[in-house]
């Protein structure tokens, strides 16, 4: 019986042991993703725990998601020694040779850890430590097993097998061997066992362009060498010229080159020269590597590869590119294709780099709006947008660059470089300045030094940086003799004039962007009806310019009777030098036109509610979209007018379009006509500059030259309501602070901006729509246009679910100066009959468009409600002025008399001195009845939801100073 038990028992082990180490066929693959990739592999502790699991580590597997790994989700076990067993795999194969090979990552603080990998050839009763002298291997173990902590990424180990070939049943382990628990211990990944390979890949290299007469240049490309183990290769590399991709017969050795490595080469670079000069063209280098097929590769298909060889023409000077016509184009270069291409042609439609200089067309970096900050900011990306190649010998004298720029940067960091001479390395030529005006500049260099040299190429180069500027946009390139070169700049598309004048004074920006002084020039206008100038339009006149210094720039004007004073939009076309007089550096750009809208002087006082007429409003957009229409308000925020019906809106009912600056422009006024003109308007502006969803701003500016040029209208007194400064409180003081808002999406950096709907306006303000400015510094002018500039920014698609609504404006006027204090309410005083004090406040208001002057408010009793001489005077307050629409809070506690039964009222007369001259005086005398001990009826309840409650009042004890304005009790 005890036999048989015996029997049974050795039995039942065998079939175990046959279970846990069921044979697997060669090659074996195991990245433990599979449910059943853990099929034939077994865990247990020699001595202390077993913590072999299988499942996704804190700091992720090798090939997502499942590895092998100790300690899961925390520290492996300390004092352990624990094996991972793989399954039996019959080596029994001699004629090919196999490698083992995984990926690991070993954690372990203390040092007092091991790591090793064992072979068994009897079914686990005996192991080794699986290693051979002369074996071909990779990041392997020595006689202590792997090193300790290898963790900052997967460790990519591997073994020749052919030590071990010739058996039928190998088992191996992974054995770690654990002393204090602090890691996460061992983690095994990507287990195989298959055939010995390696081979070597041939990649697409790098596009090459050269000039035709450049018969050296470099092929730089990606040489793949798998290799399982770390020993080197001897490699030959052929170099062939061809006309097709296809390496034949046909094609001409160049050359061949040499390398020894054990690993792939990201950048495979060889010098290449030709014996002859090529036509322009498109060619091929080929390269074949191992081409003395030296290596036993597991693909002899793959070793032949090639660059694309663009050769081009060398262009003579002068050379002139504005970037319009199908030309030799300029090509963008990015070292690194994981950068987003940043260069495109086109018109730019970024705030500060919009549009171009002449056309449609120019170069720039408005996809700069698409930067994050994980992967385009660093000031690793770096891209070029590069010339054709120019023969600086082609002609004689002094040679120059001119070329046209926009920019906004934060830094010297944009450069246009050059190379001669079909060279590799760049120089700089010219930085551009750090700016940020909406404005177009140019700058020359003077090329003499480069002269020697056939051929030059030019460069400009974008460098990103953590601020995410815009950029640069450039346009209008000229390479060639130094001369001259006459433009009229800056926008021409909002001028205006006034029917009743029968002249126009018009100005402009007259430039000589060139190198050379010009004596003389003449310019020649005339009048049209449309923007194309042809023979049916009418001569206007000319004006000469003297001595015009090179790379000038100045405000010019030309007089003229203007042929027609009927309202109406017209052209004034001007050509510079008609007469071919002077010879410039581009003669394309010398006609243009200015936009010119003639209309009638709006009469003052000017008031518009626009429910009937918007007569000479008018509104465009100098970038992106116009979105400016007058209409009733259908938005969830801008969803009624001020008054009536009608207002001007932007985008009520959703967006604001991106990246866009729109305008809308007032009628023309006489300011002269009035005293001490007030502009005041009501404006809902709920786009805050703190909202992610959309961010747009706003601003307004005024012209008093007809156009020509446009100022941020800005307040210069105390005198307005809003505009462009929320009010703050410094902490422990009542002092106001006014810190303007800014904005980077007008025309100059840092313009100021209106303050939106939900910006703090004091505890003295009754509304935050009411806007008002004096306008007194433009009362000389006759000719005076306001325009409203909107500015959006780039929307995030992550929350185009947030809609916000646009600006609403309704209500314009233009008027006369005033002031009018006066207490809006009436309460009624509630006090004891018995108190020998009167406390209370109130507020008292200037209703005007003004600020008021300092004044007195004197208070009394009375025991009827109108001012005689027989009330008691209980005291005086000093008010201090009073901005327009605004509040000033009084909070006073009067010595009453002996009885106060004998009064009723409580009068208040404001400004008795009179140091204002107000719209209504006879509002500044007014009455709260005093009502003594009026509450006799209990329970007495009070909500508070009354707008005036009549009773309760706020009043400060102890010493009586601003203070009692910031802390004070509100409703």
């Avoid at 091991?114 to 990041?139: C, F, M, R, T």
């Avoid at 160049?254 to 290449?272: H, P, W």
């Avoid at 750090?434 to 260099?445: I, K, L, P, S």
């Avoid at 002077?582 to 003052?604: K, P, S, W």
Wanted: aromatic share 16%.
């Amino acid at each position: 019986m005890m036999k048989f038990s015996h029997v049974l028992f050795v039995l039942g082990f065998w079939l175990i042991a046959a279970v846990a180490h069921s044979q697997e066929t060669i090659p074996y693959y195991n990245n433990f993703d599979a449910p059943n990739d853990t099929s034939g592999w077994s865990h247990y502790a020699i001595t202390g725990i077993d913590d072999w699991e299988v499942g996704p580590p804190t700091n992720g597997a090798f090939s997502p998601s499942n590895c092998f790994v100790t300690g899961l989700d925390g520290s492996f076990e300390g004092n352990s020694n624990r094996v991972l067993e793989t399954p039996v795999f019959d080596l029994s194969n001699t004629l090919v040779d196999y490698s083992l090979s995984f990926f690991h990552k070993r954690q372990a603080v203390v040092a007092n850890n091991h790591y090793y990998l064992e072979y068994s050839l009897d079914n686990g009763v005996n192991w080794s430590l699986l290693d051979q002298p002369s074996a071909a291997k990779k990041n392997w173990q020595s006689a202590t097993g792997f090193s300790n902590n290898f963790y900052s990424s997967f460790q990519h180990s591997a073994i020749n097998l052919s030590f071990l070939q010739g058996n039928s049943q190998v088992i191996f382990r992974f054995r770690f061997q654990s002393g204090a628990a602090n890691g996460q211990g061992w983690m095994i990944d990507n287990f195989s066992i298959a055939e010995e390979t390696y081979n070597i890949t041939a990649y697409p290299g790098d596009s090459i362009f050269i000039a035709q007469n450049c018969l050296q240049f470099n092929v730089s490309s990606l040489f793949g060498f798998y290799n399982q183990y770390s020993d080197p290769f001897y490699n030959a590399t052929n170099f062939y010229f061809s006309n097709d991709p296809l390496l034949d017969v046909q094609d001409v050795l160049l050359e061949t080159n040499y390398v020894n490595t054990a690993v792939s080469i990201e950048n495979y670079e060889n010098d290449i020269v030709l014996a002859n000069e090529l036509n322009v063209g498109e060619y091929y280098i080929l390269y074949q590597h191992d081409a003395l097929d030296s290596l036993v590769e597991s693909n002899e298909f793959d070793n032949v590869g090639y660059a694309v060889l663009h050769v081009d023409t060398v262009l003579s000077m002068p050379y002139n590119e504005d970037f319009e016509g199908t030309g030799f184009p300029w090509k963008v270069i990015s070292p690194d294709p994981d950068f987003i291409p940043v260069w495109e042609n086109g018109s730019g439609y970024r705030h500060h780099i919009e549009g171009a200089h002449s056309g449609d067309f120019a170069w720039h970096t408005s996809k700069t709006m698409y930067f994050n900050d994980d992967t385009n900011t660093s000031n690793s990306n770096i891209q070029y947008i590069e010339s054709p190649t120019i023969d600086l010998a082609s002609d004689t004298g002094d040679i120059v660059m001119n070329l046209w720029f926009k920019n906004e940067i934060e830094a010297n960091v944009y450069h246009v470089e050059h190379k001669l001479a079909c060279g590799e390395f760049w120089s700089t030529l010219f930085t551009f300045p750090a700016e940020a005006e909406d404005e177009w500049d140019f700058f020359n260099e003077n090329l003499a030094p480069l002269i020697p040299y056939s051929t030059a190429k030019f460069r400009v180069k974008f460098t990103s940086s953590y601020l995410n500027p815009e950029g640069l946009i450039f346009d209008d390139v000229y390479v060639g003799r130094s001369k001259p070169d006459l433009t009229i700049e800056q926008d021409k598309s909002d001028r205006f004039t006034a029917t009743s004048s029968i002249d126009l004074d018009l100005k402009y920006y007259f430039f000589n962007s060139g190198t050379e002084d010009v004596a003389e020039a003449t310019t020649t206008f005339y009048w049209s009806t449309d923007n194309v100038l042809d023979a049916g339009d009418q001569l206007l006149g000319t004006k000469t310019e003297n001595n015009i210094s090179a790379e000038s720039r100045f405000w010019t004007s030309f007089v003229l009777t203007k042929p027609t004073t009927t309202i109406g939009t017209y052209y004034i076309f001007y050509v510079l030098d008609e007469a071919l007089l002077v010879d410039e550096m581009r003669e394309n750009n010398n006609m243009g036109y200015f936009t010119l809208y003639q209309q009638d002087i709006m009469a003052l006082p000017y008031f518009n509610d626009f429910e009937v007429e918007v007569n000479n409003w008018r509104h465009d957009a100098t970038l992106g979209s116009d979105d400016w229409f007058h209409g009733i308000p259908q938005g969830q925020i801008a969803g009624l007018a001020f008054s009536g019906e009608k207002a001007w809106i932007s985008a009520d009912t959703g967006y604001v379009t991106p990246m866009s600056r729109m305008h809308l422009y007032t009628p023309v006024f006489d300011l002269t006509t009035l005293q001490n003109p007030v502009m005041e308007f009501d404006m809902l502006h709920p786009l805050h500059n703190n909202c992610l969803c959309s961010r747009a701003e706003l601003n307004m500016s005024y012209s008093v030259d007809g156009g020509a040029t446009w100022q941020v209208l800005d307040t210069t007194n105390n005198s307005y309501n809003r505009w462009y400064y929320p009010i703050e409180y410094e902490s422990g003081v009542d002092q106001n602070y006014y810190l303007a808002n800014s904005s980077y999406l007008m025309f100059a950096a840092g313009e100021k901006s209106f303050v939106t709907a939900d910006q703090y306006n004091s505890r003295d303000a009754s509304r935050n729509t009411r806007y008002i400015i004096d306008l007194a510094f433009l009362h000389e002018y006759p000719a005076v246009q306001f325009r409203y500039n909107m500015a959006s920014d780039f929307v995030d698609a992550s929350y185009t679910n947030t809609k916000l609504d646009g600006v609403l404006i309704d209500n314009f006027s233009i008027g006369e100066s005033y002031v009018d204090l006066l207490v809006e309410y009436q309460k009624h005083l509630m006090i004891s009959s018995l108190s020998n004090q009167l406390r209370f406040f109130m507020h008292v208001k200037n209703q005007g468009n003004y600020i008021s002057n300092p004044a007195t408010v004197q208070y009394y009793l009375s025991s009827d409600a109108t001012l005689d001489d027989g009330d008691f005077a209980l005291g005086q307050f000093e008010l201090t002025a009073i901005r327009p629409d605004l509040n000033r809070y009084v909070n006073v506690a009067f010595d009453g008399p002996t009885n106060l039964l004998d009064y009723q009222y409580l009068i208040y007369e404001l400004d008795i001195a009179n140091t204002n001259t107000e719209s209504d005086e006879i509002n500044n005398v007014g009455f709260w009845p005093l009502s003594l001990d009026s509450i006799s009826v209990y329970p007495y309840v009070n909500h508070f939801q009354d707008t005036v409650v009549n009773g309760w009042h706020q009043y400060a004890v102890g010493p009586f100073d601003d203070n009692i304005i910031r802390y004070r009790w509100r409703k």
